[in-house]
């Protein structure tokens, strides 16, 4: 059975960073595609980034230059670092995993339970 656990989120003041971690188990991490998406309350999944088991990565326009995924097969364990924090990125974040880069860009349908990243002005 898969399972992702995310981790890191908190409270931060604008203009600073947070790691966020998401371990993943029962799957063989690194033929995996992992994603990061966040949502608001009121509103749909965002996606944020993603990237594949070649480390090729993928960014949200909002975040591009702020955000970096990054993967440790080793310790079967995926990664946004975000720095720059704004008020704008307050949400539940959410780690994902699919085989397929396009579905975990999009629609996956394994995910995390969320860790919450609440950025004050």
């Known amino acids: 059975q898969v399972q992702l656990v995310e981790s890191g989120g908190g409270l931060v003041q604008a203009g600073g960073s947070l790691r966020l971690s998401c371990a993943a188990s029962g799957l063989a991490f690194s033929t995996y595609c992992m994603g990061w998406f966040r949502q608001v309350p009121g509103k749909g999944r965002e996606f944020v980034a993603a990237i594949s088991w070649r480390n090729n990565t993928y960014y949200a326009d909002s975040v591009k230059g702020r955000f970096t995924i990054s993967r440790d097969n080793d310790k079967n364990t995926v990664y946004l670092r975000m720095r720059s924090l704004t008020p704008d990125d307050t949400a539940v974040y959410y780690c994902?995993?699919?085989?397929?880069?396009?579905?975990?860009?999009?629609?996956?349908?394994?995910w995390g339970q969320g860790t919450l990243v609440t950025v004050s002005s």
């Open positions: 994902a995993t699919d085989r397929s880069l396009v579905v975990v860009r999009k629609t996956p349908n394994l």
